[in-house]
């Protein structure tokens, strides 16, 4: 297996698309993010739409696996989608270790073939309302660090981070720990992404709205088509 970070495959990919674009509707190609919230998801329609990838919600902390998650998973497979899982981080109540390896052996695990995106790290407020889990800058640091790492040694891929800049810059202290290895998926519903967390100087995937023509969370890819396969073959 090829180890490299989606970082420096992008970058790499964003300074060659120049010599060879893309037709303009497949620049920053466009795709959703869902969960077994959504209920019935029509992946031919999602296609027919121009509609190129999409991230699956697979597991929550260490005691949930969605529901829809195999067959979403299937179905996006066979609409030709380019496709990947993500877990929604719960830091309070188990190490990120223990999280990463529930999610790989829940629907998080990946395989250079060109339509598997790295496993993503959903990290943002807490739904039970401490905003932070009860940690500490530097323990939220440590509990990311010890997730990618855990992920990145099963993979040969650090997983994508996604989260608000709020957030990160709340709950981390801004770290710039994982600039140069993680690739970054910024939440952000306006029509600018707006600052990015420390260290970044671009986001890979951009979430610009909850809602809109297709079901789930509205998002965009940062390039070509080619980009975001190339992403996919780590």
Not at 140 to 167: E, K, L
Not at 176 to 205: C, D, E, K, Q, V
Not at 210 to 216: E, I, K, L, M, R
């Amino acid at each position: 297996m090829k180890v490299s970070t989606g970082l420096l495959t992008l970058s790499a990919v964003l300074a060659s698309s120049n010599a060879s674009p893309t037709p303009a509707k497949r620049d920053n190609p466009q795709g959703v993010d869902i969960s077994a919230y959504q209920g019935t998801v029509d992946f031919d329609s999602l296609v027919a739409n121009g509609l190129s990838f999409v991230y699956i919600k697979a597991t929550e902390g260490t005691t949930y696996v969605d529901e829809n998650f195999s067959d979403y998973y299937e179905g996006a497979t066979n609409a030709g989608l380019i496709r990947g899982g993500y877990h929604f981080a719960h830091p309070s109540s188990s190490s990120g270790a223990t999280q990463a390896n529930y999610f790989l052996a829940n629907g998080g695990g990946w395989s250079g073939d060109g339509i598997t995106l790295p496993g993503a790290l959903d990290i943002e407020y807490n739904p039970s309302g401490d905003e932070c889990y009860g940690l500490s800058a530097s323990q939220m640091v440590s509990w990311v660090q010890d997730f990618s790492d855990t992920y990145y040694s099963n993979t040969g891929v650090y997983p994508v981070i996604y989260t608000t800049t709020d957030w990160w810059t709340t709950c981390t202290g801004n770290s710039a720990a994982f600039a140069s290895t993680n690739p970054l998926w910024i939440a952000r519903y306006s029509s600018s992404i707006g600052t990015l967390p420390a260290g970044w100087g671009y986001t890979t995937f951009w979430q610009y709205a909850d809602s809109g023509a297709n079901p789930g969370d509205q998002d965009e890819f940062n390039g070509s088509l080619q980009g975001l396969k190339n992403l996919a073959l780590g």
